[in-house]
């Protein structure tokens, strides 16, 4: 039973019932990574705007997580197209949604060091949360993967204006 223990730490993935670990572990770095970062201190305050967002997704995320972090990440993803919209405006907006070309201009100036590792960070999970075929996972993990996800998005929005 020690041995267990001992391996518990270093597991990348477990699923027991409707639990994944392996989504709660990297919401969990992104929040680390965060905050040794020091992006938080450079967070804008939370708006009304925010809060009401973050209010509906906890809602969604009660009836359905896998839908509340697919449309947390669309509204990251809305916010990056925006910037890179306004910083290469020769390129049309529905190339500038394209996931690929939206990940070549974010990579260029559109998005920081920190906000990039975190954009790409959020994606995978997405992307773990779109394609796992049981994705049920309730508390926390959710409710950070949410906070980070608007907290990028409200960034991106407030250097568009």
Known sequence: MKKVAELIPRLKRFKHKDTEIEFTEGITELVQEREASGIEDREIPRS???????GFLMR???ISPRSAVLESFRAV????AKKA?????????????SPLQLQKMLKGEVLSKQEYYQFNQLRKLRNEAAHAEEFDIRGMPVEAYIDVALSLAARLEAENS
Not at 87 to 95: A, L
């Open 60 to 62: 969604l995320a009660d």
């Open 85 to 97: 919209a306004r910083i290469y405006p020769e390129i049309e907006s529905r190339h500038a949604r």
């Open 48 to 54: 009304a705007e925010y809060q009401d967002q973050f």
């Open 77 to 80: 993803e809305s916010a990056a």
